[in-house]
């Protein structure tokens, strides 16, 4: 990947733009569409969750999503992979594992 997406996917990650914003191939903007909307899905299953906490526990959670998404950016900057197919797939990781803790405090059966 270029030296320049990886600095505009740093600016993004960092807060300093937004996705749209950045000028990149059309193959790099497929990729960041699909990030965009595994983002766009975490944000759900995260609100789903937190409706389902109690007060402690909620804030325990928005701690674990910090920590969590400072990792998630932190490895898939450093570790010489596609940092955007990197973000697309750590986050959908997340969305998994947060839909079978959902369904746990549901009282469903994970399948």
């Not at 270029?2 to 000028?23: D, E, N, Y």
């Not at 950016?73 to 959902?102: A, F, W």
Request: proline share 2%; glycine share 4%; net charge positive.
């Amino acid at each position: 990947m270029q030296p320049t997406v990886h600095k505009l996917i740093f600016a993004f990650l960092a807060g300093g733009m937004s996705l749209s914003v950045a000028s990149t191939s059309l193959a790099q903007n497929s990729e960041m569409e699909r990030y965009q909307a595994a983002l766009s899905e975490l944000k759900g299953i995260q609100k789903q969750l937190i409706e389902k906490l109690t007060d402690e526990d909620k804030e325990n959670f928005i701690n674990s999503q910090r920590n969590w998404n400072k990792f998630k950016n932190s490895d898939c900057l450093n570790i010489g992979v596609n940092p955007l197919y990197c973000l697309e797939s750590r986050t959908k990781e997340r969305i998994q594992h947060l839909r079978d803790y959902l369904k746990n405090l549901s009282g469903e059966k994970i399948t």
